[in-house]
């Protein structure tokens, strides 16, 4: 899946760590076309894995940091994601790999960026102010 201007959210940072998380899908995608040993394929989702649970931190401290209210209900879409991931990996180590299964990840991903993340990130960069105070 290749990045597209219309997934911008507005947030380089953001945007760069979108496009490093699609990037992952089609790593994955071509280790199963190009039948690398399952193993191969394994660890490249594992590394998906500790990807995404960098970015959804991430994501995490910004809304925290700019007091965005729907911060909640994103964790919990990033957690049940997560999950999905987690299950996929646990498949993978039973060789079991199904690309269609990736196809729904990325279109997931696709979704939820021109959604969800655009909520926050509007938010950020209307103008909202850092409400966390040390
Ligand atoms: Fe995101
Ligand atoms: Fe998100």
């Known amino acids: 899946m290749e990045w597209q201007s219309t997934y911008s959210v507005g947030i380089e940072e953001i945007d760069n760590q979108h496009r490093e998380l699609l990037g992952h899908f089609s790593t994955i995608g071509e280790a199963m076309v190009s039948k690398k040993s399952w193993s191969d394929v394994h660890f490249e989702i594992v590394k998906l894995k500790e990807f995404a649970h960098f970015h959804f931190r991430f994501e995490d401290?910004?809304?925290?940091l700019y007091g965005c209210p729907q911060r909640e209900r994103?964790?919990?879409i990033h957690v049940q994601f997560l999950r999905e991931i987690e299950s996929y990996e646990r498949s993978s180590l039973r060789r079991q790999n199904d690309k269609e299964v990736m196809q729904l990840f990325t279109d997931w991903l696709v979704k939820h960026i021109q959604g969800d993340d655009r909520v926050y990130a509007h938010?950020?960069?209307?103008g909202a102010k850092v409400v966390l105070t040390l």
């Open 123 to 126: 938010r950020i960069i209307s």
């Open 74 to 76: 994103h964790n919990e």
């Open 61 to 64: 401290a910004l809304m925290s």
